[in-house]
Nanobody, 123 residues
């Protein structure tokens, strides 16, 4: 059974940090690009960051560039999203997803999705 399980969300004050994890199982993790998406109430889902299967290529949305860092450990089947200098606009449910594309920017390019973890940033 394919699973992507996000963890690490929570409530943090503006300026704080959180580290999200995405633990994968049930598929060949090292062959998939992994993306992080987020969706705030009343807003469309937004791509945050993605990393290629080898970790060599990374993309960030402009809104998080310089504040968020994506990384992966293929030995542990896990992808991380380090989020620093958080602002209230980062409040959303964060999802990780897996894609067979080399580096996928669009949600429709992803095959598997996690259930999400809530991140709330207070002002």
């Amino acid at each position: 059974e394919v699973q992507l399980v996000e963890s690490g969300g929570g409530l943090v004050q503006a300026g704080g940090s959180l580290r999200l994890s995405c633990a994968a199982s049930g598929f060949t993790f090292s062959a998939y690009a992994i993306g992080w998406f987020r969706q705030a109430p009343g807003k469309e889902r937004e791509g945050v960051s993605c990393i290629s299967s080898s970790g060599c290529t990374i993309h960030y949305a402009d809104s998080v560039k310089g504040r968020f860092t994506i990384s992966r450990d293929n030995a542990k089947n896990t992808v991380y999203l380090q989020m620093n200098s958080l602002v209230p606009e980062d409040t959303a449910v964060y999802y990780c997803a897996a894609s067979t594309y080399y580096l996928a920017a669009r949600g429709v390019e992803y095959d598997y999705w996690g259930q999400g973890t809530q991140v709330t940033v207070s002002s």
